[in-house]
C-alpha cells in the first residue's frame, strides 16, 4: 500500500502546478491526469462537460483548483467502486 500512496503523490505532483499552483490542479492538469492514469475508471474523460461535472463535485470550496485532500475524494471514490464497497 505504502507504494501506492507514493505513486498517486508523485502522479498529482506530475500534473499539479504546469499551468498555475505546483500543490493544486485546475480543471485542464485534471482532465490531462485521468485522460492519461485513469482512462478505464473516469469515463468521458476527454469531454469537457464530464469533466466540468466532475470538478465541481470534488472542488469543495469552489475555487476552480483541486487540492490533494480534494482530489483524493476521487481516488477514494474509484476505490470503493472497484472493490464493491457501497458509498
Known sequence: MEAAICTL?????TYAGKDGSSSTLSKEELQNLVTSQLPNYVKNASDPAAIDQ????????????????EFWQL??????KQ?????
Open 9 to 13: 503523490v508523485t502522479q498529482f505532483k
Open 54 to 69: 466532475l470538478m465541481a463535485s470534488l472542488d469543495e470550496n469552489n475555487d476552480g483548483e483541486l487540492t490533494f485532500s
Open 75 to 80: 481516488i477514494g471514490k474509484l476505490a470503493s
Open 83 to 87: 472493490g464493491g464497497f457501497s458509498q
